[in-house]
């Protein structure tokens, strides 16, 4: 997992794919339609949706094995939970069509950050994490997910 501003991105050196993901969160217009929108074709392509956030009773742990997410919020505030997936246990097979695989929740979640805009994170195969939390109250958010395909990185040796 990764957070961090949008301005260090460039500090992470995972190819092209990733770079034009970033290039479009940096020039991303705040009324960009909801709905999916097409970068690299399959490699790289960004979700656009907007909702209002949830209480963390109501959150719920994924994982994704084809795809790196790059979680970016346009407006609003949401807390993300974070557990490594060696300490979570599946509660639904993975479903390959949509590339997620949810898994059952802790009595306390290990790690939660604070997505504000100008921020992101990344969520790798190895990362289990629970979007969509309410910071305070719930409150709605226009958010920007980036899917990379974990095949199109460039990997540290």
């Given at each position: 997992?990764?957070?961090?501003?949008?301005?260090?991105?460039?500090k992470?050196?995972?190819?092209?794919?990733?770079?034009?993901?970033?290039?479009?969160?940096t020039?991303?217009?705040p009324t960009?339609?909801?709905?999916?929108?097409?970068?690299?074709g399959?490699n790289?392509?960004a979700?656009?949706?907007?909702?209002?956030?949830?209480?963390h009773?109501?959150g719920?742990?994924?994982?994704?094995?084809?795809?790196v997410?790059?979680?970016?919020?346009?407006?609003?505030?949401?807390?993300?939970?974070y557990?490594?997936?060696?300490?979570?246990?599946?509660?639904?097979?993975?479903?390959?069509?949509?590339?997620?695989?949810f898994?059952?929740?802790?009595?306390?979640?290990?790690s939660?950050?604070?997505l504000?805009?100008?921020?992101?994170?990344?969520?790798f195969?190895?990362?289990g994490?629970?979007?969509?939390?309410?910071?305070?109250?719930?409150e709605?958010?226009k958010?920007?997910?980036?899917?990379?395909?974990?095949?199109?990185?460039?990997h540290?040796?």
């Amino acid at each position: 997992m990764i957070i961090d501003s949008l301005e260090h991105a460039t500090k992470y050196k995972f190819g092209p794919a990733w770079e034009k993901a970033f290039e479009f969160l940096t020039k991303v217009d705040p009324t960009i339609e909801a709905g999916k929108h097409i970068i690299d074709g399959d490699n790289v392509f960004a979700l656009v949706s907007e909702y209002k956030t949830k209480s963390h009773d109501k959150g719920r742990f994924e994982a994704h094995r084809r795809y790196v997410d790059i979680q970016f919020l346009i407006s609003g505030r949401e807390k993300l939970g974070y557990a490594s997936l060696q300490t979570l246990e599946e509660e639904t097979l993975y479903d390959s069509e949509r590339d997620v695989e949810f898994l059952k929740n802790l009595p306390e979640v290990p790690s939660i950050s604070i997505l504000v805009p100008e921020m992101f994170m990344a969520f790798f195969p190895q990362d289990g994490h629970m979007p969509g939390l309410a910071y305070e109250e719930p409150e709605p958010v226009k958010k920007v997910v980036v899917k990379i395909a974990v095949d199109a990185l460039k990997h540290f040796v």
